[in-house]
């Protein structure tokens, strides 16, 4: 038998499984920031499994959440596409951890740390908001959001010098291939931070 607080919801449990899946997007550029900085750079993948898994479990627990409670504490819709948003982060970084896994040989003349490092800081700050949320405060999340647009930003000043680089013709076809498949792969997990920071932004200028 359900009691009240099941039926109509606390909220605090949504909060907290956000929370959850926030943190293991975090977790996973950390561990890709770290790989690239080993000095084997040998790739260790059970990090990004792991923190994968923990992303999948805390959202298929969301969807449970979202059935079994009558009042959500924001609106459905945007709990789901927080999530969503969220799953994405960790799910490209996982995309670049097991293709690097492949192609390690040929990429030890590349170094992705400072573009890795951008990831763990843009993963971090989206902690950060989704911690924010529920006390719905619009100043701190509005500056939370343009410390990530900033991040957003000198990623994208990086890809322009990375494109430089490729038609400077100093690399051969496959270190072209390469260097242009990995960068775009990280651009893209930036990008997947800031798309949830923005959903996290809106959630709270909605709300506020």
């Known amino acids: 038998m359900f009691s009240l607080q099941t039926i109509f919801g606390s909220g605090a449990q949504f909060y907290s499984l956000l929370d959850d899946a926030a ?71 996982e995309k670049f951890a097991d293709r690097y896994a492949l192609a390690t040989e040929h990429l030890a003349h590349i170094d992705f740390a400072p573009r890795a490092a951008m990831l763990e800081q843009a993963a971090e700050v989206v902690v950060q908001m989704v911690d924010e949320l529920e006390r719905m405060n619009l100043d701190r999340m509005t500056k939370l959001n343009e410390k990530l647009r900033s991040i957003e930003n000198e990623a994208d000043r990086l890809m322009l010098e990375l494109y430089r680089e490729i038609y400077s013709g100093k690399l051969d076809s496959l270190q072209m291939f390469l260097l242009k498949e990995f960068f775009e792969i990280l651009e893209k997990a930036i990008d997947r931070c800031r798309e949830a920071g923005v959903v996290t932004y809106q959630i709270v200028l909605k709300n506020s």
């Open 23 to 93: 943190t293991a997007a975090h977790d996973s550029a950390k561990a890709l920031h770290a790989m690239m900085r080993e000095g084997d750079r040998q790739p260790a993948l059970d990090a990004f499994k792991l923190a994968r898994l923990r992303e999948r479990t805390a959202a298929e627990k969301i969807s449970q959440a979202l059935v079994d409670s009558y009042i959500t504490p924001i609106e459905r819709e945007d709990i789901e596409a927080l999530g969503s948003a969220l799953h994405k982060i960790p799910k490209q970084i």
